[in-house]
């Protein structure tokens, strides 16, 4: 069946690059998204991508997709306390209006 | 503007309450969806609304009634819960799903909702 799949932690030292992986199961998949979210707050879309493209760049953030591998990941550059967050990936296929999530990973910045 | 509002922003209810959650966006979109989301897990899909009618609902218990007034509100009436169904509520908006579309959904903040 669809499965989405995180690695649950990451922790990197403020101003170095984080990457979170996902890795997705579906092959008919067409958007893939990016949500954070803040301790007590809502999902905020960071950035979403095409499954035709391999990569795509939003100031600090890219994306890059290997369709092959099922292989998504998220780089955030110069990471700052302020993205200390938990990461979802989520994936879409056809126009299936349920997403299907991973578990989320938590990010540490460390000053 | 991608904003979607939603209040209150806590509830605290008995479980023999009667108790409305609401969601307001002002994006055009013709989707709006409930999500339920314990802590540090991802959002559980709830109900979809498209064109102010009832598309999906995910087997959700009858304690939990949603109803779509007209395209920019959604509700969710809560009534005879449990404290398992303490969690935080979520509404979402985005476009209609058709062909070629990336229909991103837009999150509200949410309401933390505690049972006793």
């Known amino acids: 069946g669809e499965d989405v799949e995180q690695s649950l932690f990451l922790s990197v030292r403020e101003g170095d690059s984080s990457v979170i992986n996902c890795t997705y199961t579906d092959s008919s998949s067409t958007y893939l998204y990016w949500y954070k979210q803040e301790p007590g707050a809502g999902l905020q879309l960071l950035t979403y991508i095409f499954s035709n493209m391999d990569m795509k760049q939003d100031q600090r953030l890219t994306v890059l997709l290997n369709k092959k591998d099922k292989h998504l990941s998220l780089r955030i550059a110069d990471t700052q306390t302020g993205d200390s967050a938990i990461y979802f990936c989520?994936?879409?296929?056809?126009?299936?209006?349920?997403?299907?999530w991973g578990l989320g990973t938590s990010l540490a910045v460390n000053p | 503007d991608t904003e979607v509002t939603q209040t209150p922003k806590h509830l605290v209810m008995g479980m023999t309450n009667k108790k409305s959650l609401k969601c307001e966006q002002h994006?055009?979109?013709?989707?709006m969806y409930w999500y339920k989301q314990k802590a540090k897990k991802p959002p559980e899909l709830m109900f979809v609304y498209s064109y102010e009618k009832l598309s999906i609902n995910e087997s959700v218990p009858s304690r939990f009634s949603p109803e779509c007034p007209n395209s920019s509100l959604l509700n969710l009436h809560l009534h005879a819960l449990q404290p398992e169904d303490s969690a935080l509520y979520l509404c979402?908006?985005?476009?209609?799903?058709?062909?070629?579309?990336?229909?991103?959904?837009?999150f509200g903040p949410g309401t933390r909702l505690t049972v006793t």
């Open positions: 989520a994936e879409r296929a056809g126009n299936n209006r349920k997403l299907i």
């Open positions: 979402a908006s985005s476009q209609v799903a058709a062909t070629g579309g990336s229909y991103e959904q837009y």
């Open positions: 994006m055009g979109h013709r989707a």
